[in-house]
């Protein structure tokens, strides 16, 4: 009986060690990783803001080591606002962005789409994967 138990461990065992093998192969081994992009530098709510000011968009990831911050703003469902940043290349890890463009309307309030985006420029070349993404109004 004792040689059943130890037998069964056994097999216990080498399935474990080899669902663990196959979890690690599909996943690279890597850790897992997080990424979050807001209005305050806490990743907490967003917030208003009035037109023709600018917006600071905070971000924070572990995914990637180059994110970029690409906004979209509309106006009446009309795309009025969009722009991309480099948040890598600022200590802080923060993306500014004007609420101004040839197309912006001074006055009327917008819906705004903030992603946080890894360029794939290597691998898969022009892939885009967003990491994250944060909604806010802009108040006309």
């Given at each position: 009986?004792?040689?059943?138990?130890?037998?069964?461990?056994?097999?216990?065992?080498?399935?474990?060690l080899v669902t663990a093998s196959v979890a690690m192969a599909?996943?690279?081994?890597?850790?897992?990783?997080?990424?979050?992009?807001?209005?305050?530098?806490?990743?907490?709510?967003?917030?208003?803001?009035?037109?023709?000011?600018?917006?600071?968009?905070?971000?924070?990831?572990?995914?990637?080591?180059?994110?970029?911050?690409?906004?979209?703003?509309?106006?009446?469902?009309?795309?009025?606002?969009?722009?991309?940043?480099?948040?890598?290349?600022?200590?802080?890890?923060?993306?500014?962005?004007?609420?101004?463009?040839?197309?912006?309307?001074?006055?009327?309030?917008?819906?705004?789409?903030?992603?946080?985006?890894?360029?794939?420029?290597?691998?898969?070349?022009?892939?885009?994967?967003?990491?994250?993404?944060?909604?806010?109004?802009?108040?006309?």
């Amino acid at each position: 009986m004792l040689r059943k138990f130890a037998r069964q461990g056994s097999i216990v065992a080498v399935l474990l060690l080899v669902t663990a093998s196959v979890a690690m192969a599909a996943g690279g081994g890597r850790q897992s990783s997080s990424s979050w992009i807001s209005l305050n530098s806490t990743g907490g709510a967003a917030t208003t803001n009035a037109s023709g000011s600018s917006v600071t968009l905070y971000e924070g990831t572990t995914a990637v080591t180059r994110p970029f911050v690409h906004l979209m703003c509309y106006q009446g469902g009309t795309l009025t606002l969009q722009g991309w940043n480099a948040v890598f290349s600022t200590p802080t890890g923060s993306a500014t962005f004007t609420f101004s463009s040839p197309a912006w309307q001074t006055g009327a309030a917008a819906s705004c789409t903030a992603n946080l985006e890894n360029w794939d420029q290597y691998g898969t070349k022009g892939k885009v994967s967003v990491l994250a993404t944060t909604t806010f109004q802009v108040n006309g």
